[in-house]
């Protein structure tokens, strides 16, 4: 498996490639300029925005949003996150055929903090770069709120995944990276239509499926849901189950 420390800035541009097979992004214009002369690439990015992130000095600052953009909401389980400062290269989730799974291996095993953990689903991100390689996309993602660890620091979240697939135009792709990732937007209006709650659901989304409950009983950092039919409950404002 190859593994690439990509510089990132905010500001990047596709040199002239065929889209999803030999296009490489470089920090030299702005992200309006990515995909020129290639329709199929700028509609693909258009669906993607990416945020800018901040910087101390030379390095990058992970856990400062430059300009809060565009969020996007994960929709399956296991795509490996560490700290977002973190020093060393954090191991790439790697989605194929629908199936979503984590590097393995010796040097793999070396990149471990001791902090990492997986991406929840309900969980909202940014994402901060995309590079599109022979066979996949990769995209770089950042938790759009800070978790408070043990020790009372908090810390954004960073994850790198590469989704795999020799699909060539921007719809086709999309459809690969919606099962795993999809703009917080359309699944608030999906979990609206279909009157559905998914584990990792906020307290706002759950509202906008099933409306407003009938009881709130509140235990602290978990609260119950009460309606006519169901019960559901909350962990920290996140669906933890469905009775």
């Excluded at 693909?44 to 101390?56: A, D, E, K, N």
């Excluded at 659901?201 to 759950?206: I, P, S």
């Amino acid at each position: 498996m190859q593994f690439t420390t990509m510089l990132r800035k905010s500001a990047l541009i596709a040199s002239a490639a065929a889209f999803a097979l030999t296009l490489f992004l470089t920090p030299q214009a702005s992200a309006r300029d990515k995909g020129n002369g290639n329709p199929e690439l700028a509609k693909f990015l258009t669906y993607y925005p990416t945020t800018p992130v901040g910087h101390h000095g030379i390095d990058i600052d992970y856990n400062r949003i430059a300009t809060p953009g565009a969020v996007f909401t994960v929709r399956a389980p296991g795509i490996y996150a560490d700290m977002a400062n973190v020093r060393h290269f954090i191991i790439t989730t790697e989605v194929q055929d629908g199936q979503v799974g984590q590097g393995k291996g010796f040097v793999n095993s070396m990149s471990e903090t001791g902090r990492s953990r997986d991406l929840k689903p309900g969980e909202t991100v940014y994402i901060t770069n995309i590079d599109v390689k022979n066979g996949y996309i990769h995209f770089e993602l950042l938790t759009t709120e800070p978790t408070v660890l043990a020790d009372g620091s908090s810390t954004r979240y960073r994850a790198e995944v590469n989704f795999h697939t020799t699909a060539a135009t921007a719809d086709e792709i999309k459809k690969v990276i919606d099962p795993v990732l999809i703009d917080a937007a359309t699944a608030t209006a999906a979990a609206s239509q279909s009157k559905t709650v998914d584990i990792g659901m906020t307290t706002d989304q759950v509202k906008q499926s099933l409306g407003n409950p009938d009881k709130v009983i509140n235990l602290g950092p978990k609260k119950i849901y009460v309606y006519k039919d169901i019960k559901v409950v909350f962990l920290d404002s996140k669906v933890s189950d469905v009775q």
